[in-house]
Structures are given as structure tokens and as C-alpha cells.
């Protein structure tokens, strides 16, 4: 074996950096992920360095960590990272990273907002940025903040410019998709606030990459009436945050529903201002120069339950998760490219040879069109149409022709659509009108989608496969392609190969060469019964996949997990070419890992973003660890109120350059 000679790190990491032909906006050399830290010298010069070796990056893999066990307590009860990032090269050399997390805060942190004051990161507003309180304990009033938060994306903006900032500016848009609980432990807050998002200005140190908080914002919604639970997010190809608001508001019983009557009162301080067509669509954040940022909604994407979709190199393509029981594959194909404010909606219809087998050849699909709008026209109906006027649904059967039965949202309905009410309809009630019109809505919590864009394949999470999936369940409809004969719990992630040339099933042509043709397994979880830790899914397999992202340079599908049969949840990297599937990072136990996000080049540097959500939430499958974790959480995360926001790092494990 030889080697180059011993560097110091920060030398090593710059020599690497300029290696010819080894382009620095990759995973090459050690700009691969930042290196926290400083140098452990001071000689910035390069003038007595060794030449380095004129080479390509070759693979990177990672190695997988062991899931942490009761013998080491607290790493069940924090994150845990204890996974080996290898960048191979062509020479045979490689280099060895050991990743690390590191946080920016722990949500109700009191945190810079860049006007000499703080802000509480994670807080909540109302309709006129006013704190809401939580009163729950007398005299210990205090602003609301979330434990969960979620969709992150990185991000340059041209001629940035924010005071406290000594190298690059870069910002982190980070929404909080709800608060778990109030102080007094006891009253439930999900979905009765309006979700938040911030601004983070960081400080990217361009010689180790390393990422500095030093200013949050949180961002103004009035304009946009607020948000209503965000939950996964993307970074559009033009640099913009595509937020996402999942579980739209029933409009037929959210006058009476006590969920929605509070969201409204904390909102807008009284129980009936909210009007539930305003949510259940797709917000994208734009942020400003000075680490301020202007939000609208797309109503014309559907209403539906998005969640983390993924805009296509096209640049108009958008394939969006559906998270709902009897939910759909649907895609928007916007008229302009960077312009998602008019286009049209389509919905997948499966063909036969559905499975959960990755061995299977996969079921084909093909697509109905739902209509074409701009957004400016659907928010008018939103303010103008009541559900009644554009259609009937009946809870029973109403013992007539002209109703339709259908599943949606979860429930067996019988539907009758309004004349003229078509529009109205495919952006305002979509589910219900998709399953109207014959399309597959037998999918249950469809979360995140990613594109592999050099195979033009793209993934899709099912975080589980149960109810709507299962043949011969009340909510399963025969013969819309997808039926599984038992439910799989632990979820699975299937790959969808993207072509052009294809038609609707009225026969138009879709403009669109990122069209979804075809649909299968790639990756499946495995449930068992409870093991000694309580896992009721194979703790070294996916389990509850949820949040998804695809990095090119890495070809590294990185999977998040929403897991219920995991005793601590995961991260895990998927090589797609070596099949290697690799643990990562665990999560604080009881917790979800979400904020996915990764970054294959900004100013030079390589980035995982990734937080987590509501520490210690205990189920069932926490019986054998609750009494030895739930102290340890608490004192780690605000007494389970706060939840981590934070990145990836890796440090070289070894300074030499080692060939085989």
C-alpha cells in the first residue's frame, strides 16, 4: 500500500478541492459534506503540498451503523450517528468521512433575527403576525412552538447580502408542520394552529463549509390566509421552498369539525373566519436578498394531501405525494416552465399487475385528465362556491342512480357532481373527484417523491400499505388496479420510470417528456412480531418510509422514516447501483425523521439537511424502553416540546490518500 504524505486537514481538503478534473460542485475531494471544525494547524499555504494524483470520482457508499439498543440508553434518546461516508476514486485512492449531526437549534430556543433581537424559532403567529399564547398553565403563559418540524430546503439566492454573515450567505426555509400537545401535556394541538415557516440565514465558512446560524425570520402568511399542517417540502430547480399542506379540511363538515373550528379560532381569532377551500394546496416560498421571504399559494395543483413533491428537469413536471388513505398518483404540468401559477391536472389510472414484490415486473399507468386552470381563478372559487353547489355526497346510500358510489378520504361515500361544476370540482374537491371519474385512489399515506434524473426514474415512499391496498377491505375498490391480498404496515418505496410521448386516456396528447409510465417496488419493509426492544418491523430493513430525496452525484436515494414500528426511527442512503441500503442516523426515540434534504452542490460544499420530530410521542411499541428513555428525552429536548433542526457533517476519519 502507499500513501501521500500526512496533511493536515484544511490542506488536505483545499489540494482536494482543485484536483483537476475532479469538479469541486461534486461529491469529490472533501468538499463531500461540510468538515466542522477547524484546522488543526495554521498553515493555509499550499505551496509545500504533495501534487496531488490526477483522478475521478468514482462510487460513494456509506457503511451502516448499528441501530442503538438499550445498553447505551442515551443514544436511544438523542440522535445517533454512526455511519462512514467512502468517496472512491478512479486511482483506487478513496477518502473516509465519519458523519456527525449538527443542529442549528432545538425549536423554542430564543434565536437571532438579525435586528439585534431574538426570535423563537419554531413560534407561532396569527393571521396578524401577533405570538399565539398557549394558556394552558396558569402563570406560565407562553408562545406556542412546534415539536414537529419538517419540509427543509438549502438554498443560494443571487447578490445576498445579510449583516453578521463573514463568508456566504446561504438560507435554510424550515416549516413546523404542528405543535403536539400544550404545556399542560394534555390538550392535543394537531392541526389547531397555523403552521409557521422560517428563514434561516446561515454563515457557510467557504473554508470548512461549516453552517452558522445568524438570523431567522419568520415568514408573513396573511397574504396567503395561513397554512394548514406542512409536512414535506422540495427545492424547486429555479431555487424556490414548494411547501405543501396535507389533509385538506373536509369543506362538507368543517363547520362542525372541533379540529378545523380551532385552527380557525387561533388563526383568526374567531371559529368560522377560516374557509376550508384557502388549504389543501401547494405554497412556494421565494426568499429575498437580505434573508426575508414573499409566499404564495398555487391553487390550480389540486387540492389534495401534498406532501413533498418533486418538480421534473423540465421545469413544468410535478409529480406530488398524496398522503391520505385512498389516495392517487397525480402530476401537474404547469404551461410555463418556472411558472406553476396555470396548468393542468392529471391523475393515474393502474393497470394490472400491481405488487409489493420487487421481483415483479410492475403494473403500467396510464392518465386521466382532471382539467387545465390558473391559480387566480380556483382562489376565486374558493371564495365564492359552497361544497353544496358543487356537489352531493352522501354518507349512506340514497337509493339512486345518479350517485355514485366512491371511496374517498378513508370513507365510502356516494357522490353526485353538479352541472357545470366540473373545474370547481377537479381543484377544490379532488379526491372525491378523481374517484368520480375512475381513477386509482386505492393508495394509503403516499408521502414523499424524488427523481433520479439521469435513469429518468422517480421514487415514491408508501409509509404504509394497509386499508384502501387491501383486497376485501371496506375502503379497497375493485378494479382500480391496486390491491394487495394482506397489508404490508412497514410501507414501501416504489420507482416509477418517466417517458415522453404519452396520452390521456381521452386521447390528448401530455406535454410532458417526465411522464410516470409504469409502477414497482424497489424496496419493501418487513413486519414481524415484537422483538425484545418492542420493533414490530425488521429493524435493520426500511420501515414507514416517509420523507425521500435523490442525490445525483451520490446516486444515493436517502429514505426518512414515520415510523410506528420502529422503537427509534431512521435515516437511511440507498446506493441504487450497488443495491446497498445503509443506516445512517438514528432518531431520538418516539421521534420522526424529517426535513430531508439533499445538497449536491452549494458554493462547493455538499450537504444532508435533516431534523426530527416530537421526541418521546410513546406508543405501544415503546412499552420496553418508555420508562428508561422518557427522562433522558426530556432533558434533552425542552421536556419533549422542542425538536432538532439541524444537518449532516463529516470529518475525515483518516488524512491519507490510501491506494490499493
Same mark, same amino acid.
Given at each position: 500500500m502507499t500513501?501521500?504524505p500526512?496533511?493536515?486537514?484544511?490542506?488536505?481538503?483545499?489540494?482536494l478541492g482543485g484536483?483537476?478534473?475532479l469538479?469541486?460542485?461534486?461529491v469529490?475531494?472533501?468538499?463531500?459534506?461540510?468538515?466542522c471544525g477547524g484546522?488543526?494547524?495554521?498553515d493555509?499555504?499550499?505551496?509545500?503540498?504533495p501534487?496531488?494524483?490526477?483522478?475521478t470520482?468514482?462510487?460513494?457508499?456509506?457503511?451502516?451503523m448499528?441501530?442503538p439498543?438499550l445498553?447505551?440508553?442515551?443514544a436511544?434518546?438523542?440522535?445517533?450517528?454512526?455511519?462512514?461516508?467512502t468517496?472512491?476514486?478512479?486511482d483506487?485512492?478513496?477518502?473516509d468521512?465519519k458523519l456527525?449531526?449538527?443542529?442549528?437549534?432545538v425549536t423554542?430556543?430564543?434565536?437571532?433575527?438579525?435586528?439585534?433581537?431574538s426570535t423563537?424559532a419554531?413560534?407561532?403567529?396569527?393571521?396578524r403576525?401577533?405570538?399565539?399564547?398557549?394558556?394552558t398553565?396558569?402563570?406560565?403563559?407562553?408562545?406556542f412552538?412546534s415539536?414537529?418540524p419538517?419540509?427543509t430546503?438549502?438554498?443560494?439566492v443571487?447578490n445576498?447580502?445579510?449583516?453578521g454573515v463573514?463568508g456566504?450567505?446561504?438560507?435554510?426555509?424550515v416549516?413546523f408542520?404542528?405543535a403536539?400537545?400544550a404545556?399542560?401535556?394534555?390538550?392535543?394541538?394537531?392541526?389547531r394552529?397555523p403552521?409557521?415557516?422560517g428563514?434561516l440565514?446561515l454563515d457557510?465558512?467557504?473554508?470548512?463549509g461549516k453552517?452558522?446560524?445568524?438570523?431567522?425570520?419568520?415568514?408573513?402568511t396573511?397574504?396567503?390566509e395561513?397554512l394548514?399542517?406542512?409536512? &414535506?417540502a @422540495? /427545492?424547486s #430547480?429555479w431555487?424556490t421552498h414548494l411547501?405543501?399542506?396535507e389533509?385538506?379540511?373536509?369543506?362538507f $363538515?368543517? !363547520?362542525?369539525d372541533?379540529?378545523?373550528k380551532?385552527f380557525?379560532?387561533?388563526?383568526?381569532?374567531?371559529e368560522t373566519a377560516?374557509n376550508?377551500?384557502?388549504?389543501?394546496h401547494?405554497?412556494e416560498v421565494?426568499v429575498?436578498p437580505d434573508?426575508t421571504a414573499?409566499i404564495k399559494?398555487?391553487?390550480?395543483?389540486g387540492?389534495i394531501?401534498?406532501?413533498?413533491?418533486?418538480?421534473m428537469p423540465?421545469e413544468?413536471?410535478v409529480l406530488?405525494?398524496?398522503?391520505a388513505?385512498?389516495?392517487?398518483?397525480?402530476?401537474?404540468i404547469?404551461?410555463?416552465a418556472?411558472?406553476?401559477?396555470s396548468?393542468?391536472?392529471y391523475?393515474?389510472?393502474?393497470?394490472? &399487475?400491481f @405488487? /409489493?414484490? #420487487?421481483?415483479?415486473?410492475?403494473?403500467?399507468l396510464?392518465?386521466?385528465?382532471l382539467?387545465?386552470? $390558473?391559480? !387566480?381563478e380556483?382562489?376565486?372559487?374558493?371564495?365564492s362556491?359552497?361544497p353544496?353547489q358543487?356537489?352531493d355526497v352522501?354518507t349512506t346510500?340514497?337509493?339512486d342512480?345518479?350517485f355514485?358510489?366512491?371511496?374517498?378520504?378513508?370513507?365510502i361515500?356516494?357522490?353526485k357532481?353538479?352541472p357545470?361544476?366540473?373545474?370547481a370540482?377537479?381543484f377544490?374537491?379532488?379526491?372525491r373527484y378523481?374517484?368520480l371519474?375512475g381513477?386509482?385512489?386505492?393508495?394509503?399515506k403516499?408521502?414523499g417523491?424524488?427523481?433520479?434524473?439521469?435513469?429518468?426514474?422517480a421514487?415514491s415512499?408508501?409509509?404504509n400499505?394497509?386499508?384502501?391496498m387491501?383486497?376485501?377491505n371496506?375502503?379497497?375498490?375493485?378494479g382500480d388496479?391496486?390491491?394487495i391480498?394482506?397489508?404490508?404496515?412497514?410501507?414501501a418505496?416504489?420507482a416509477?420510470?418517466?417517458?415522453g410521448?404519452?396520452?390521456?386516456?381521452?386521447?390528448?396528447?401530455?406535454?410532458?417528456e417526465?411522464?410516470?409510465?409504469d409502477?414497482?417496488?424497489?424496496l419493501?419493509?418487513?413486519d414481524?412480531?415484537?422483538?425484545?426492544?418492542?420493533?414490530?418491523a425488521?429493524?435493520?430493513?426500511?420501515?414507514n418510509?416517509?420523507?425521500?430525496k435523490?442525490?445525483?452525484k451520490m446516486?444515493?436515494?436517502?429514505?426518512g422514516e414515520d415510523?410506528?414500528?420502529?422503537?427509534?426511527n431512521?435515516?437511511?442512503a440507498?446506493n441504487?447501483?450497488t443495491?446497498q441500503?445503509?443506516?445512517?442516523m438514528?432518531?431520538?426515540?418516539?421521534?420522526e425523521s424529517?426535513g430531508?434534504?439533499?445538497?449536491?452542490?452549494?458554493?462547493?460544499w455538499?450537504?444532508i439537511m435533516?431534523?426530527?420530530?416530537?421526541a418521546g410521542?410513546?406508543?405501544g411499541?415503546h412499552?420496553?424502553?418508555?420508562?428508561t428513555l422518557?427522562?433522558?428525552v426530556?432533558?434533552?429536548?425542552?421536556?419533549k416540546?422542542?425538536?432538532?433542526?439541524?444537518?449532516?457533517?463529516?470529518?475525515?476519519?483518516?488524512?491519507?490518500?490510501?491506494?490499493?
Amino acid at each position: 500500500m502507499t500513501t501521500t504524505p500526512e496533511l493536515s486537514r484544511r490542506r488536505l481538503l483545499r489540494l482536494l478541492g482543485g484536483i483537476p478534473m475532479l469538479p469541486l460542485a461534486s461529491v469529490a475531494g472533501a468538499s463531500l459534506l461540510t468538515a466542522c471544525g477547524g484546522s488543526d494547524d495554521n498553515d493555509d499555504s499550499l505551496a509545500t503540498a504533495p501534487t496531488a494524483p490526477v483522478a475521478t470520482m468514482g462510487t460513494v457508499s456509506f457503511s451502516s451503523m448499528a441501530a442503538p439498543t438499550l445498553a447505551n440508553a442515551a443514544a436511544m434518546a438523542t440522535t445517533t450517528v454512526g455511519s462512514t461516508m467512502t468517496v472512491n476514486f478512479s486511482d483506487t485512492s478513496k477518502l473516509d468521512f465519519k458523519l456527525a449531526y449538527q443542529p442549528f437549534f432545538v425549536t423554542g430556543d430564543m434565536v437571532p433575527n438579525g435586528s439585534g433581537g431574538s426570535t423563537l424559532a419554531g413560534g407561532y403567529y396569527n393571521i396578524r403576525n401577533q405570538p399565539i399564547i398557549d394558556t394552558t398553565v396558569a402563570g406560565k403563559e407562553r408562545q406556542f412552538f412546534s415539536d414537529a418540524p419538517d419540509g427543509t430546503s438549502l438554498l443560494s439566492v443571487p447578490n445576498a447580502s445579510v449583516p453578521g454573515v463573514k463568508g456566504k450567505p446561504v438560507f435554510a426555509v424550515v416549516q413546523f408542520e404542528y405543535a403536539t400537545f400544550a404545556q399542560d401535556g394534555k390538550t392535543g394541538m394537531y392541526g389547531r394552529l397555523p403552521s409557521p415557516i422560517g428563514v434561516l440565514t446561515l454563515d457557510q465558512d467557504q473554508t470548512t463549509g461549516k453552517l452558522t446560524l445568524v438570523k431567522y425570520h419568520n415568514v408573513d402568511t396573511s397574504s396567503v390566509e395561513g397554512l394548514w399542517i406542512t409536512c &414535506g417540502a @422540495s /427545492l424547486s #430547480p429555479w431555487g424556490t421552498h414548494l411547501s405543501s399542506e396535507e389533509y385538506e379540511p373536509n369543506a362538507f $363538515t368543517a !363547520a362542525t369539525d372541533a379540529q378545523f373550528k380551532a385552527f380557525s379560532q387561533n388563526l383568526y381569532g374567531s371559529e368560522t373566519a377560516a374557509n376550508p377551500y384557502n388549504y389543501g394546496h401547494m405554497p412556494e416560498v421565494t426568499v429575498n436578498p437580505d434573508g426575508t421571504a414573499s409566499i404564495k399559494k398555487h391553487y390550480c395543483m389540486g387540492r389534495i394531501s401534498h406532501e413533498l413533491v418533486q418538480v421534473m428537469p423540465d421545469e413544468r413536471t410535478v409529480l406530488m405525494g398524496d398522503d391520505a388513505t385512498n389516495s392517487g398518483y397525480f402530476v401537474f404540468i404547469a404551461d410555463k416552465a418556472k411558472d406553476l401559477s396555470s396548468g393542468t391536472l392529471y391523475v393515474a389510472k393502474v393497470g394490472a &399487475g400491481f @405488487s /409489493l414484490d #420487487p421481483q415483479a415486473a410492475g403494473a403500467p399507468l396510464t392518465w386521466i385528465k382532471l382539467g387545465s386552470a $390558473t391559480s !387566480a381563478e380556483i382562489r376565486t372559487l374558493a371564495a365564492s362556491v359552497k361544497p353544496t353547489q358543487i356537489m352531493d355526497v352522501r354518507t349512506t346510500d340514497p337509493q339512486d342512480p345518479s350517485f355514485k358510489k366512491v371511496a374517498a378520504n378513508g370513507a365510502i361515500e356516494w357522490i353526485k357532481l353538479m352541472p357545470g361544476m366540473e373545474k370547481a370540482a377537479a381543484f377544490l374537491e379532488t379526491h372525491r373527484y378523481a374517484s368520480l371519474v375512475g381513477a386509482s385512489m386505492g393508495f394509503s399515506k403516499m408521502e414523499g417523491t424524488t427523481v433520479n434524473a439521469r435513469d429518468k426514474v422517480a421514487y415514491s415512499a408508501l409509509q404504509n400499505c394497509r386499508d384502501s391496498m387491501v383486497a376485501g377491505n371496506a375502503v379497497n375498490v375493485p378494479g382500480d388496479g391496486v390491491s394487495i391480498p394482506k397489508a404490508l404496515l412497514a410501507g414501501a418505496v416504489m420507482a416509477l420510470n418517466l417517458k415522453g410521448g404519452q396520452t390521456d386516456t381521452a386521447g390528448g396528447a401530455i406535454a410532458s417528456e417526465w411522464m410516470p409510465v409504469d409502477l414497482k417496488a424497489l424496496l419493501t419493509g418487513e413486519d414481524i412480531a415484537a422483538d425484545a426492544l418492542g420493533n414490530t418491523a425488521n429493524p435493520n430493513r426500511i420501515a414507514n418510509p416517509d420523507n425521500l430525496k435523490f442525490s445525483e452525484k451520490m446516486r444515493t436515494l436517502f429514505i426518512g422514516e414515520d415510523s410506528g414500528q420502529h422503537v427509534n426511527n431512521f435515516l437511511w442512503a440507498y446506493n441504487i447501483d450497488t443495491r446497498q441500503l445503509s443506516r445512517v442516523m438514528s432518531i431520538p426515540a418516539g421521534g420522526e425523521s424529517t426535513g430531508l434534504h439533499a445538497v449536491d452542490e452549494l458554493n462547493g460544499w455538499t450537504y444532508i439537511m435533516s431534523n426530527f420530530q416530537h421526541a418521546g410521542d410513546w406508543g405501544g411499541i415503546h412499552n420496553v424502553v418508555k420508562g428508561t428513555l422518557d427522562p433522558l428525552v426530556r432533558a434533552n429536548y425542552k421536556d419533549k416540546f422542542g425538536a432538532a433542526v439541524g444537518y449532516l457533517t463529516a470529518e475525515l476519519s483518516q488524512t491519507r490518500l490510501a491506494k490499493g
